[in-house]
């Protein structure tokens, strides 16, 4: 079965600074990895995904994530954070012909003016 | 821009009542879903489905739970006899293609927050 680990709570930026979200994962085929973000009393919001090809991935709002195979972990990326990126963050994975994605926590983002 | 859309937005249910919760997908696409997140807690898959079956479905999908597309554009969930533990955000689904079509992503709707008294 498959499955995320987002190991921090809580990631703390100042307004500017380069933001990264940790992921590591698990599957037993090949992973499809995306990235979603959920702001208050709001559903969750594709920002990225991962299926094949480059494994540098450029998404929405400025974001990117890198898929690294050998550390099995895909972390979500900003060069500068603003502070309207503070959110819920999480990172999902789907197996091989599998159609159900398995979601990490989440880490909650705070980017501070 | 096309979006999930969810009714009600919260619904307080006593223990033991049914609930059905509403959810209209996005029109052009074919696979849909139902998540849910307890407080605190991650979100987890509750059930696929496709061409008017279920695809796939959790260990919490158990026989209280059970889904529907009763017309065109409609997908409901029913939970037939509520428990305290039920009470969680419930988020509905939808996709344009499936695992073997391209893995489009998930479009989520806002949820429908059950509370369970």
């Known amino acids: 079965a498959q499955s995320v680990a987002q190991p921090e709570d809580q990631v703390n930026v100042a307004e500017g600074n380069p933001l990264t979200v940790k992921c590591t994962y698990s599957?037993?085929?090949?992973?499809?990895l995306f990235w979603y973000v959920q702001y208050p009393n709001r559903g969750l919001q594709f920002l990225l995904k991962?299926?094949?090809?480059?494994?540098l991935v450029k998404g929405s709002y400025g974001f990117e994530a890198e898929f690294n195979k050998s550390q099995t972990s895909f972390h979500l990326k900003k060069p500068s954070a603003l502070v309207s990126d503070s959110a819920l963050y999480f990172c999902?994975?789907?197996?091989?012909?599998?159609?159900?994605?398995?979601f990490g926590k989440g880490n909650q983002v705070v980017v501070i003016p | 821009e096309p979006e999930v859309t969810q009714t009600p937005s919260h619904q307080v249910t006593q223990m033991g009542q049914e609930v059905i919760l509403r959810c209209v997908p996005i029109?052009?696409?074919?696979?849909f879903y139902w998540y849910r997140q307890i407080l605190g807690q991650k979100v987890e898959f509750l059930v696929s489905?496709?061409?008017?079956?279920?695809?796939?479905k959790s260990e919490i999908f158990d026989d209280q739970f059970s889904v529907e597309r009763p017309d065109g554009s409609n997908f409901t969930l029913k939970i037939r006899s509520t428990k305290l533990e039920d009470s969680a955000m419930y988020f509905c689904?939808?996709?344009?293609?499936?695992?073997?079509?391209?893995?489009?992503?998930?479009?989520f709707g806002n949820g429908t927050r059950l509370t369970v008294t």
């Open positions: 029109s052009n696409h074919l696979y």
């Open positions: 689904a939808s996709s344009e293609s499936g695992p073997q079509g391209g893995n489009s992503p998930l479009h």
């Open positions: 991962y299926i094949t090809g480059d494994n």
């Open positions: 999902a994975v789907r197996d091989d012909g599998n159609n159900r994605l398995a």
């Open positions: 599957v037993s085929g090949n992973p499809y």
């Open positions: 489905f496709y061409n008017n079956e279920i695809s796939e």
